[in-house]
């Protein structure tokens, strides 16, 4: 299993085969995540939801997608769900500020 280093940040998409809501995700984020601010300090990890959480993860994961932002081997923070590409972003932005993620000056 793929542990971060001291300090560093991910966001992980735990997903299932067949998610509708993954699908849109992948069409309306997907490309555009890795080039943001945002991607670039917290790049994205795929994980089936049928796969073993990192042991940091406490909260067990019953709908797909869901993001857990992690940073440092800790849960910073999460989203449940993904209703549409605004809610993604806002909801983002609010975990984000729990974290050492500074827009536009990604450490």
């Avoid at 790049?43 to 940091?56: G, K, M, Q, V």
């Amino acid at each position: 299993m793929v542990t971060n280093s001291a300090g560093a940040a991910e966001l992980i998409m735990v997903r299932q085969a067949g998610c509708p809501w993954c699908t849109l995700w992948d069409r309306e984020i997907g490309s555009v995540y890795p080039k943001s601010d945002e991607g670039r300090f917290a790049p994205l990890r795929h994980l089936d939801i049928r796969a073993p959480l990192p042991a940091f993860v406490k909260e067990p994961v019953t709908v797909t997608p869901t993001f857990i932002l992690v940073e440092g081997s800790r849960e910073v923070g999460r989203i449940t769900g993904y209703p549409g590409e605004s809610f993604f972003w806002e909801m983002l932005s609010e975990i984000l500020v729990l974290s050492s993620f500074t827009r536009g000056h990604p450490p």
